[in-house]
Nanobody, 120 residues
Framework: QAQLVESGGGLVQPGGSLRLSCAAS????????MGWYRQPPGKQRELVAT???????HYADSVKGRFTISSDNAKNTVYLQMNSLKPDDTAVYYC??????????????WGQGTQVTVSS
C-alpha cells in the first residue's frame, strides 16, 4: 500500500505564487510518473502537469510558462511551482502518482486534494 500527502495550498492574490508539494510513502519500489490535476468549482477534474521518473514533463496549455513541475525521485516527491496565478487557477489541486510497489504491481494513487484560491 501507499499514500500521497499534499501540502502548500492556500489563498493568494492574482499575480502571486504558490508551491505545492506531494510526498508518496509506503511500500514503493518505484514511482513511474507523478503529476497534478485540478478541479475548479462546478467543473470536471483536469490535468495540470505531469513528470516521469526520467524527467519528461507535460503541461496543460493553460499553465504553460507559468507553472513548473519538478520531482525528487529519491524522496518520491513532486512539486508544482505556480507563478503569475490567475483567478481561473482557483481549484482543488490533486496529486496523482503511478507507483510500482514492492510486489512489482503498478497502481495509481490520488492525494486528498489541497485548495488553491486566487482572489484579491
Amino acid at each position: 500500500q501507499a499514500q500521497l500527502v499534499e501540502s502548500g495550498g492556500g489563498l493568494v492574490q492574482p499575480g502571486g505564487s504558490l508551491r505545492l508539494s506531494c510526498a508518496a510513502s509506503g511500500n514503493i519500489f518505484r514511482a513511474d510518473a507523478m503529476g497534478w490535476y485540478r478541479q475548479p468549482p462546478g467543473k470536471q477534474r483536469e490535468l495540470v502537469a505531469t513528470i516521469t521518473n526520467g524527467g519528461i514533463t507535460h503541461y496543460a496549455d493553460s499553465v504553460k510558462g507559468r507553472f513548473t513541475i519538478s520531482s525528487d525521485n529519491a524522496k518520491n516527491t513532486v512539486y508544482l511551482q505556480m507563478n503569475s496565478l490567475k483567478p481561473d487557477d482557483t481549484a482543488v489541486y490533486y496529486c496523482n502518482a503511478d507507483l510500482v510497489l514492492y510486489n512489482r504491481l503498478r497502481y495509481t494513487y490520488w492525494g486528498q486534494g489541497t485548495q488553491v484560491t486566487v482572489s484579491s
